[in-house]
């Protein structure tokens, strides 16, 4: 073999060479394309942005199942709480976020209510819709448990409906308690007052400093004072009694139409590519399937609710629609 026929074998072998490292590149640097289509989420860090502070039920509700995302997604994940404006700081970040499914938001009803009470000029409408982990079934209302007045549901509703609009329940304005207490007011057919006490500790101030005569809560951050005799439950609002304090009936039961569950969920920006959404719908799925999940959440009085995204929605909306009806109804 000649030296130019050596020259043109030896360029023809260095070619095929090239031609096959470039085809087979992809496992050393990654499909650029398989990126741009969202396969390879997650690709770094997710951050779910809560709301609300920490040690609060939405922030213990997001570590909770972020701690076991971490796993059934493969990505690392921070909880990243962000207070102000009725949770409008927090939702405009997640809103303007790169769509891109690292920048997740994780709520609950309040969302909406922002809406329904003017602080806000957008819902869950303006967000792509993220599955739904658990819900809060446990509202209730408190009386003190020394009134002389009334000691239970159907003596209140008595009383109440003798002295229209003498009776005060204290809630944080434009927050669940308002709302809930709404439903309770068109439940019971009692004619209340609404003073505008703040959060619950100070809820709680204020029944037993005796300056309302109600206060809306859940039932896990106020049972010692119902174990102790210083409140007293009126009821839950629940389909049926909660395991956890069976001893407490349901609004239902006692033949009122109460049932107001407090849904935790995640939403993305609007334009998530609906690949990374299920993606992680199904990291979630696994998540709140975790023994230890269910065991955490036991921890705080509650269980898994698990709902798709499509679920959730009807779920949120419906209830949306609701609180809507009752605060044109009812709202001062």
Same mark, same amino acid.
């Given at each position: 073999?000649?030296?130019?026929?050596?020259?043109?074998?030896?360029?023809?072998?260095?070619? #095929?060479?090239?031609?096959?490292?470039?085809?087979?590149?992809?496992?050393?640097?990654?499909?650029?394309?398989?990126?741009?289509?969202?396969?390879?989420?997650?690709?770094?860090?997710?951050?779910?942005?809560?709301?609300?502070?920490?040690?609060?039920?939405?922030?213990?509700?997001?570590? &909770?199942?972020?701690?076991?995302?971490?796993?059934?997604?493969?990505?690392?994940?921070?909880?990243?709480?962000?207070?102000?404006?009725?949770?409008?700081?927090?939702?405009?970040?997640?809103?303007?976020?790169?769509?891109?499914?690292? #920048?997740?938001?994780?709520?609950?009803?309040?969302?909406?209510?922002?809406?329904?009470?003017?602080?806000?000029?957008?819902?869950?409408?303006?967000?792509?819709?993220?599955?739904?982990?658990?819900?809060?079934?446990?509202?209730?209302?408190?009386?003190?448990?020394?009134?002389?007045?009334?000691?239970?549901?159907?003596?209140?509703?008595?009383?109440?409906?003798?002295?229209?609009?003498?009776?005060?329940?204290?809630?944080?304005?434009?927050?669940?308690?308002?709302?809930?207490?709404?439903?309770?007011?068109? +439940?019971?057919?009692?004619?209340?007052?609404?003073?505008?006490?703040?959060?619950?500790?100070?809820?709680?101030?204020?029944?037993?400093?005796?300056?309302?005569?109600?206060?809306?809560?859940?039932?896990?951050?106020?049972?010692?004072?119902?174990?102790?005799?210083?409140?007293?439950?009126?009821?839950?609002?629940?389909?049926?009694?909660?395991?956890?304090?069976?001893?407490?009936?349901?609004?239902?039961?006692?033949?009122?139409?109460?049932?107001?569950?407090?849904?935790?969920?995640?939403?993305?920006?609007?334009? &998530?590519?609906?690949?990374?959404?299920?993606?992680?719908? +199904?990291?979630?799925?696994?998540?709140?399937?975790?023994?230890?999940?269910?065991?955490?959440?036991?921890?705080?009085?509650?269980?898994?609710?698990?709902?798709?995204?499509?679920?959730?929605?009807?779920?949120?909306?419906?209830?949306?629609?609701?609180?809507?009806?009752?605060?044109?109804?009812? +709202?001062?």
């Amino acid at each position: 073999m000649n030296k130019k026929s050596l020259v043109i074998l030896s360029l023809a072998m260095v070619a #095929t060479l090239i031609f096959a490292g470039m085809a087979n590149a992809w496992w050393i640097f990654g499909d650029e394309s398989k990126k741009e289509g969202g396969s390879t989420y997650p690709s770094k860090p997710i951050q779910i942005i809560v709301p609300a502070g920490p040690g609060g039920d939405t922030d213990t509700n997001a570590r &909770t199942i972020a701690k076991y995302l971490d796993d059934t997604l493969g990505a690392n994940i921070a909880v990243v709480n962000m207070e102000g404006a009725g949770s409008t700081i927090a939702s405009q970040h997640v809103k303007n976020s790169k769509p891109d499914g690292h #920048t997740v938001m994780f709520f609950h009803s309040s969302l909406y209510l922002a809406k329904i009470f003017g602080v806000a000029e957008y819902d869950f409408e303006a967000f792509k819709q993220g599955p739904m982990v658990t819900l809060e079934p446990s509202n209730t209302f408190l009386i003190k448990g020394d009134d002389p007045r009334f000691s239970n549901l159907d003596e209140l509703v008595a009383y109440g409906k003798k002295h229209p609009g003498e009776l005060t329940i204290g809630i944080e304005t434009g927050g669940m308690s308002h709302m809930v207490s709404l439903a309770f007011a068109d +439940a019971v057919g009692v004619e209340f007052n609404f003073a505008d006490v703040g959060g619950q500790s100070a809820k709680n101030a204020a029944l037993l400093g005796g300056h309302v005569d109600l206060i809306y809560g859940i039932v896990s951050p106020v049972l010692s004072y119902i174990k102790s005799g210083d409140m007293i439950s009126l009821g839950i609002t629940a389909e049926e009694r909660q395991e956890a304090y069976d001893f407490i009936p349901t609004f239902i039961e006692q033949g009122y139409k109460l049932n107001i569950g407090k849904p935790y969920y995640f939403l993305f920006p609007k334009d &998530t590519p609906q690949e990374i959404v299920d993606t992680f719908t +199904a990291a979630v799925k696994e998540a709140t399937e975790e023994q230890g999940y269910k065991d955490d959440l036991a921890k705080v009085k509650l269980k898994p609710n698990y709902k798709d995204p499509e679920e959730a929605r009807s779920f949120i909306t419906h209830q949306r629609d609701y609180f809507q009806m009752l605060y044109n109804k009812l +709202a001062f």
